[in-house]
């Protein structure tokens, strides 16, 4: 059962480290807010979305300098927090299941497609890129020494 706990606690973790940086934090940090003081007792929620906020702030602040050790410092310490409320709590575990399925649904099975292309003509001297899903953006460095574009 430990074993399930810990891992539950570094999913619940992840997750939440992951929504942080997303459109849907505020519905996140609402509910894990009520969560987490449904464990302290009910005048608790404003405290726990603030500690929600700050490790948001923390997180935001590891990603603008560059900084994954800083990054995966909040993940950590929200994971050691949701191990050690679970191992008090173990009925907690229904919860945060429920609520990680609510806020992270599994993805739909990959689909195969097929992708033909042909490109002909011309010299091509800007970059072509072909994706379905760019997640986390894309960074092309040029060489100072290309022919201008016109």
Known sequence: METELVALATAGATTL?????????????????????????????????????ASRADLLA??????????????????????RLLREDPAAAVELRRLLDEVAPAEAPA???EVRNTVSGGVQYDPVFQAGV??????FHA????????
């Open 134 to 139: 760019v997640s986390g953006g894309v960074t």
């Open 62 to 83: 590891a990603r603008d300098d560059g900084d994954p050790d800083g990054a995966d410092g909040v993940a950590t310490v929200w994971r050691l927090r949701l191990q």
């Open 111 to 113: 689909t195969v497609r």
């Open 17 to 53: 480290v992951q929504q942080m940086a997303t459109e849907g934090w505020v519905t996140v940090r609402r509910r894990m807010a009520g969560f987490l003081a449904r464990r302290r007792g009910a005048a608790n929620e404003e405290a726990a979305a603030g500690e929600l906020e």
């Open 143 to 150: 060489p100072s020494d290309r022919p201008p574009t016109g």
